[in-house]
């Protein structure tokens, strides 16, 4: 059975956010702070978490930072740890969103 997740995010306002060190920690690993050179970036991260989360049905059980996005040699993002898979953030002016399927 296939799950499926979706979350769109306003990039202002986790660009507001991520300027809290505490926000940071607590939403975003170390590899993806790493990873992340725009507000664009965090708010993609965000909204693929959120998605995965929603593709579990189970709503939001544990820290966001539990759940941890990378990105591939080719930049395709994937959920670390997280087989039977498949992840897709894209941005677009004031928005990034994400989708999540599990299968």
Do not use: Q
Request: proline share 3%; aromatic share 10%.
């Amino acid at each position: 059975m296939y799950k499926i997740g979706i979350d769109i995010v306003k990039i202002s306002r986790i660009e507001k956010s991520i300027k809290s060190p505490s926000f940071l920690n607590k939403v975003f690993t170390e590899k993806e702070r790493e990873y992340c050179k725009r507000a664009e970036n965090y708010a993609g991260i965000f909204a693929a978490k959120e998605a995965y989360f929603k593709a579990l049905g189970e709503g939001i059980k544990s820290p966001l930072s539990n759940v941890e996005i990378l990105h591939d040699d080719g930049r395709k993002p994937y959920i670390n740890g997280v087989e039977n898979s498949d992840i897709s953030i894209s941005h677009d002016g004031d928005y990034a969103i994400a989708e999540v399927i599990l299968w």
